[in-house]
């Protein structure tokens, strides 16, 4: 492992993290930058396992769901032994959450948000982080989270109230992405604080006075090269390129071009001449008329795509569907520039992901993992408050981390799930009938294209 010019650090004086619902890893990533260990992490879906295991080549990954997971075997994957879990962190999915009944959380739907408590728990963590959607603090909603906060209480853990939602765009990343975030600690411990902004939401009225505007559309993916100018990425998501622009002080850190940029996290071994997660999506002539006419802010008519302005922040990136659920392909954002939606590279540079983090090879896979992950720089707030409760002071490791196996980012889900072995978790049936009707869906919004075009 190569030696950073960095101040000596023991690797088990760093605070120890467990991921839960980890997918491609956003909070593993925050966290680690706060100078956190990773000491494991959960994921039911093996595609996304197999790439958190590309970028934190350090952290044992445990392919299952957390339903039923035991503390113990947790600690024996993670090879910790008895050591203090300072944190466990991560969001239940929130697509199947049911408000039938007097019991919120005693409905089955909810069962992996109580698997969550139970697992902070049994590790006896010190403090935990459980974000989710915004829309569980409004309405209906609100008794689920005083039935979670309760459950918490009976554990032994005591939850900052009241509770709040967080914008990414607030902790410098182009986007705007509220997300709810709770913290907690055992009782006696610390509690955490919310982080405090540091950067108004670009494009729009300050609401923070003194702050400084947070990064652009342009700011984050200025500097790139345009992916249709290379044939190779019609068949590739990577290419060998020197075709940067002049970078901003964030596309500065998203490229790693300083130490600084790593923050207290592991410096990675990467080719920083490579432009990855970057394969072409072919249009049609109409559609890119259409999303040449779009004005910037707004939503194309037709494919309801929104067009980045350049001037401020993307809307929130969303996951698509998975297989179970018609595996339709998340509503990539229309580039500022180019009459085309963005790549999987560029939505990476609006959550705040940097360059040397890989994704899986397709768009389909790619978008979804971008889609679902808090932004690194959201995270890496809410961790250095995590790390501030506990009385640590980061430090920056000596050694640098050599990236995964990159077949691991080629994996489909049949793949993916022998190479982990485990069983597919959804047919590849039913993706396909996905895939069939969002193309069907595709061919009508272009039929009513060409209506609208003919007058």
């Known amino acids: 492992m190569n030696q950073l010019e960095r101040p000596e650090a023991k690797q088990d004086m760093r605070p120890l993290g467990i991921d ?32 958190h295991s590309y970028n934190f080549p350090g952290t044992p990954i445990i392919p299952h769901s957390v339903e039923g997971l035991s503390a113990d075997f947790i600690r024996e994957t993670a090879g910790i032994g008895d050591r203090q879990i300072d944190c466990v962190f991560g969001g239940a999915p929130c697509q199947g959450f049911s408000l039938i009944g007097h019991r919120v959380l005693d409905d089955p739907r909810n069962k992996l948000v109580l698997e969550f408590v ?32 309760a459950a918490f209480d009976a554990a032994g853990y005591e939850v900052r109230i009241p509770w709040k939602v967080l914008n990414a765009g607030h902790y410098g990343t ?3 992405r509220q997300r709810l975030i709770l913290f907690g600690c055992q009782k006696g411990e610390t509690l955490p604080d919310y982080p405090m902004p540091l950067t108004n939401v670009a494009g729009r009225k300050p609401i923070f006075e003194d702050l400084p505007e947070g990064p652009t559309c342009f700011s984050a993916l200025g500097d790139l090269p345009d992916a249709d ?6 068949k590739s998501d990577t290419v060998k390129t020197t075709g940067y622009a002049e970078p901003s002080t964030y596309a500065s850190e998203m490229r790693c071009i ?11 071994e990467w080719d920083p001449s490579s432009l990855t997660s970057s394969a072409r999506t072919e249009h049609t002539e109409i559609s890119k008329q259409r999303f040449s006419e779009t004005a910037p802010g707004t939503v194309e008519p037709i494919s309801r795509f929104f067009k980045l302005p350049m001037g401020g922040v993307s ?48 768009k389909w896979h790619g978008a979804r993992q971008i889609g679902n992950a808090v932004p690194p720089p959201l995270a890496r707030a809410v961790a250095a408050q995590v790390m501030k409760s506990l009385g640590v002071e980061p430090n920056r490791p000596q050694c640098a981390l050599t990236l995964g196996d990159k077949t691991l980012l080629s994996l489909d889900l049949s793949g993916a799930a022998t190479y982990f072995g485990v069983k597919t978790p959804h047919s590849r ?20 294209a060409k209506q609208v075009a003919n007058g």
């Open 229 to 234: 100018c290379f044939q190779m990425l019609r």
């Open 429 to 448: 049936r039913n993706r396909k009938s996905g895939i069939k009707k969002r193309k069907q869906i595709d061919i009508e919004r272009e039929r009513l």
């Open 118 to 149: 139970r697992i902070v728990s049994e590790l006896k963590a010190r403090t935990f982080v459980f974000e989710n959607v915004k829309g569980l603090t409004v309405g209906k909603h609100k008794t689920f989270l005083k039935e979670l906060v």
């Open 20 to 51: 839960l619902f980890a997918g491609a890893g956003g909070l593993s990533l925050g966290f680690e930058q706060a100078g956190f260990d990773i000491a494991a992490a959960v994921e039911i879906d093996p595609v996304h396992c197999a790439v």
């Open 258 to 268: 300083t130490n600084d940029a790593w923050h207290f996290g592991y410096v990675r």
């Open 315 to 362: 809307n929130t990136l969303r996951a698509g569907t998975d297989g179970a659920r018609g595996a339709f392909t998340s509503p990539r954002p229309i580039h500022y520039r180019y009459d085309r939606c963005v790549t999987v590279r560029e939505m990476a540079r609006l959550h705040g992901f940097p360059d040397w983090f890989r994704f899986n090879v397709t």
């Open 174 to 176: 182009p986007q705007f």
